[in-house]
């Protein structure tokens, strides 16, 4: 296996030998050929800093060959049986090209993988789930402790509030990105060229913003609110269509992951509630679920209002952007979290920071699971994702790990 990145990175090749090789070292390069009980140990404690390595732990009579061509610095390493030299690039050298190369490693997953394998009141199914390659638990003990307690009050204390873009749908399909509610208005070529422009020209200069971890939520919200605004205002210019959704919908690559279906059947044959809670455009998250199975759960997000001549003229309702969820909800649906009162867990989903406080209008929730799928910029935006979501998954474009969670609530404690 090859591992290179880009000039200035770094450079691992490795092959499998059967003999004890030798160690060169120059000013820019060291080369290093180990056992295999060194190399595995190396290979764990350096990827965490470099994505793209072989899977540990190598077969018996292999050793491996590294070359790492960049600044490196000697960390002391104790352990029995281990010597005392482990190199680790200064800086993490991570590929954004997606999709991100497995095994995926952000360090520390031993730690909480430990703690989930022997937490013997979750089903095995589950903590097996949750031991998968690009899951992070950064509390395992607190996920452990709510997963327990869901599963004691079963399927009839509990409920799914999920955001809809990226994260009931794919981030990307092989590596090219899977439209979003807003991306099928941005790609159709039922709109004039004028829309995709200006559209492009908002993606362009907003995104960066939305994901700025620098910036205070309260700047953030006022750039969304622009963003969403000036987007709208093309949109009303567009001469959109009702009758338009369908096809634009089948001709677009809007994709939901991998195992949806099976999460909204679950959910329905055990009637569990699901809110669907976006900053996108209702009518075409509707279209997608009508496409995929006709699943017709509470939509809370951005629908269009449409002359009798059916044509685009305005929105419903206030805006909703990516911030201002916990903000916006009681303007859009006043009953929902009282007629499901009752329902005190709850498993909240999505892909954004803003997407933490979609449970905010329950005043009656007793315990909250979040997920958060980490779909880009994975290293400059796993800190965060860690320290706000209790699971994280790394481009993760299934729905494996919430299907598990659900299946082992809806089983109850065994």
């Given at each position: 296996m090859i591992y290179r990145q880009s000039e200035g990175g770094a450079e691992i090749l490795i092959s499998p030998r059967t003999q004890t090789g030798t160690e060169e070292t120059s000013s820019n390069s060291i080369l290093f050929t180990f056992q295999r009980v060194v190399a595995n140990h190396f290979l764990r404690n350096i990827r965490r800093y470099i994505f793209s390595l072989p899977p540990v732990p190598l077969t018996r009579n292999q050793t491996v060959q590294l070359s790492l061509r960049c600044k490196v610095m000697a960390v002391p390493v104790q352990e029995e049986g281990i010597p005392n030299t482990t190199v680790i690039p200064q800086s993490p050298i991570a590929s954004e090209k997606l999709p991100i190369p497995r095994p995926i490693s952000m360090?520390?997953?031993?730690?909480?993988?430990?703690?989930?394998?022997?937490?013997?009141?979750l089903p095995l199914t589950l903590r097996n789930a949750l031991c998968r390659d690009g899951v992070f638990i950064g509390n395992p003990g607190k996920v452990v402790a709510l997963l327990e307690k869901m599963m004691t009050a079963g399927a009839e204390r509990f409920q799914v509030v999920t955001d809809f873009d990226a994260t009931l749908t794919r981030y990307h399909r092989d590596g090219k990105g899977c439209d979003s509610s807003y991306g099928v208005l941005e790609t159709t070529t039922m709109f004039p060229p004028f829309y995709r422009e200006e559209a492009s020209k908002l993606c362009d200069y907003y995104y960066p913003i939305e994901l700025d971890q620098s910036m205070s939520l309260e700047v953030k919200s006022q750039h969304m609110r622009d963003w969403w605004s000036k987007a709208h205002g093309f949109l009303m210019k567009t001469g959109l269509k009702a009758e338009w959704m369908g096809e634009m919908v089948r001709h677009s690559t809007v994709e939901l992951r991998d195992g949806s279906l099976k999460l909204f059947e679950l959910l329905e044959n055990a009637g569990i509630p699901l809110l669907i809670?976006?900053?996108?455009?209702?009518?075409?998250?509707?279209?997608?679920l009508k496409q995929h199975g006709n699943f017709k759960p509470m939509i809370v997000a951005n629908f269009l209002d449409f002359s009798e001549e059916g044509v685009v003229r305005g929105f419903q309702k206030e805006l909703i952007h990516t911030f201002n969820k916990h903000e916006i909800f009681s303007h859009h649906q006043t009953d929902y979290f009282a007629k499901h009162e009752e329902r005190r867990n709850v498993l909240v989903m999505g892909d954004m920071m803003g997407d933490l406080k979609m449970a905010d209008g329950m005043r009656a929730k007793e315990d909250v699971l979040t997920v958060g799928f980490l779909n880009s910029k994975i290293q400059k935006c796993f800190p965060e994702y860690r320290d706000g979501f209790d699971i994280v998954l790394i481009d993760d474009q299934t729905h494996d790990i919430p299907i598990s969670i659900v299946e082992a609530i809806i089983n109850g404690a065994a």
């Open positions: 360090g520390g997953e031993e730690e909480f993988r430990s703690v989930i394998r022997h937490a013997s009141r809670f976006s900053a996108g455009i209702g009518d075409l998250i509707q279209e997608v």
